[in-house]
Nanobody, 120 residues
Framework: QVQLVESGGGLVQAGESLRLSCAAS????????IGWYRQAPGNQRELVAT???????VYANSVKGRFTVSRDNAKNTMYLQMNSLKPEDTAVYYC??????????????WGQGTQVTVSS
Protein backbone atom coordinates (compact mmCIF):
# COMPACT_ATOMS: atom_id res chain seq x y z
CA GLN A 1 0.00 0.00 0.00
CA VAL A 2 1.49 3.31 -1.14
CA GLN A 3 0.24 6.58 0.22
CA LEU A 4 1.11 10.05 -1.02
CA VAL A 5 -0.26 12.88 1.09
CA GLU A 6 -0.09 16.37 -0.38
CA SER A 7 -0.66 19.59 1.47
CA GLY A 8 -0.04 23.31 1.21
CA GLY A 9 -2.39 24.38 -1.54
CA GLY A 10 -4.70 27.35 -1.21
CA LEU A 11 -5.89 30.67 -2.56
CA VAL A 12 -3.34 33.44 -2.94
CA GLN A 13 -2.96 36.66 -4.85
CA ALA A 14 -0.62 37.11 -7.76
CA GLY A 15 2.94 37.66 -6.63
CA GLU A 16 2.56 35.69 -3.42
CA SER A 17 4.13 32.36 -2.48
CA LEU A 18 3.04 28.87 -1.49
CA ARG A 19 4.91 25.77 -0.41
CA LEU A 20 3.51 22.36 -1.29
CA SER A 21 4.49 19.18 0.51
CA CYS A 22 4.17 15.53 -0.49
CA ALA A 23 4.81 12.86 2.12
CA ALA A 24 5.25 9.32 0.80
CA SER A 25 4.89 6.07 2.66
CA UNK A 26 4.67 2.40 1.77
CA UNK A 27 3.85 -0.71 3.74
CA UNK A 28 6.05 -2.83 1.49
CA UNK A 29 9.07 -1.75 -0.52
CA UNK A 30 10.34 1.79 -0.47
CA UNK A 31 8.69 4.43 -2.60
CA UNK A 32 10.52 7.41 -4.09
CA UNK A 33 8.99 10.81 -4.70
CA ILE A 34 10.11 12.01 -8.10
CA GLY A 35 8.24 15.11 -9.20
CA TRP A 36 5.35 17.54 -9.33
CA TYR A 37 2.74 17.85 -12.05
CA ARG A 38 -0.30 20.06 -12.45
CA GLN A 39 -3.58 20.05 -14.31
CA ALA A 40 -5.69 23.09 -15.03
CA PRO A 41 -9.35 22.74 -16.06
CA GLY A 42 -9.63 21.64 -19.67
CA ASN A 43 -5.91 20.95 -19.92
CA GLN A 44 -3.80 17.83 -19.79
CA ARG A 45 -1.64 17.09 -16.79
CA GLU A 46 1.77 18.66 -17.30
CA LEU A 47 5.17 18.44 -15.71
CA VAL A 48 6.09 21.19 -13.28
CA ALA A 49 9.36 19.92 -11.80
CA THR A 50 11.08 16.59 -11.48
CA UNK A 51 14.27 15.05 -10.22
CA UNK A 52 16.49 13.68 -12.94
CA UNK A 53 19.45 11.34 -12.82
CA UNK A 54 22.44 12.46 -10.82
CA UNK A 55 20.31 14.56 -8.52
CA UNK A 56 19.62 17.30 -11.05
CA UNK A 57 16.20 18.88 -11.44
CA VAL A 58 14.13 19.68 -14.49
CA TYR A 59 11.55 22.47 -14.59
CA ALA A 60 8.87 23.48 -17.01
CA ASN A 61 9.87 26.67 -18.81
CA SER A 62 6.85 28.44 -17.39
CA VAL A 63 8.06 28.01 -13.79
CA LYS A 64 11.84 28.33 -14.14
CA GLY A 65 13.25 30.86 -11.77
CA ARG A 66 10.06 30.94 -9.68
CA PHE A 67 9.57 27.38 -8.43
CA THR A 68 12.02 25.18 -6.57
CA VAL A 69 11.63 21.45 -5.93
CA SER A 70 13.42 19.77 -3.06
CA ARG A 71 13.14 16.65 -0.97
CA ASP A 72 14.03 15.38 2.46
CA ASN A 73 15.06 11.77 1.94
CA ALA A 74 15.01 11.04 5.66
CA LYS A 75 11.33 11.98 5.77
CA ASN A 76 10.59 10.78 2.24
CA THR A 77 8.93 14.11 1.67
CA MET A 78 9.11 16.36 -1.36
CA TYR A 79 8.45 20.07 -1.48
CA LEU A 80 7.59 22.63 -4.12
CA GLN A 81 8.35 26.22 -3.22
CA MET A 82 6.35 28.46 -5.50
CA ASN A 83 7.23 32.15 -5.60
CA SER A 84 5.90 35.03 -7.69
CA LEU A 85 2.75 33.08 -8.43
CA LYS A 86 0.70 34.02 -11.47
CA PRO A 87 -2.96 33.42 -12.29
CA GLU A 88 -1.85 30.93 -14.95
CA ASP A 89 -0.33 28.79 -12.20
CA THR A 90 -3.85 27.98 -11.04
CA ALA A 91 -4.29 24.21 -11.19
CA VAL A 92 -4.50 21.03 -9.17
CA TYR A 93 -0.97 20.02 -8.26
CA TYR A 94 -0.06 16.34 -8.02
CA CYS A 95 3.03 14.63 -6.72
CA UNK A 96 4.34 11.51 -8.40
CA UNK A 97 6.32 8.65 -6.95
CA UNK A 98 7.74 5.37 -8.14
CA UNK A 99 8.66 2.02 -6.71
CA UNK A 100 10.56 -0.99 -8.00
CA UNK A 101 8.56 -4.18 -8.01
CA UNK A 102 9.90 -7.59 -7.07
CA UNK A 103 10.06 -8.38 -10.78
CA UNK A 104 12.27 -5.39 -11.57
CA UNK A 105 9.63 -3.23 -13.20
CA UNK A 106 8.69 0.26 -12.05
CA UNK A 107 5.33 1.25 -10.67
CA UNK A 108 4.15 4.85 -10.57
CA UNK A 109 1.80 6.46 -8.11
CA TRP A 110 -0.01 9.78 -7.86
CA GLY A 111 -1.14 11.84 -4.91
CA GLN A 112 -4.71 12.98 -4.54
CA GLY A 113 -3.88 16.50 -5.68
CA THR A 114 -3.97 19.87 -3.96
CA GLN A 115 -5.68 22.92 -5.41
CA VAL A 116 -3.67 26.08 -6.02
CA THR A 117 -5.65 29.15 -7.02
CA VAL A 118 -3.96 32.44 -7.85
CA SER A 119 -6.14 35.52 -8.16
CA SER A 120 -5.13 38.56 -10.19
Amino acid sequence: QVQLVESGGGLVQAGESLRLSCAASSTTSSVNVIGWYRQAPGNQRELVATFASGGSTVYANSVKGRFTVSRDNAKNTMYLQMNSLKPEDTAVYYCKANRLTAWGSTEYFWGQGTQVTVSS
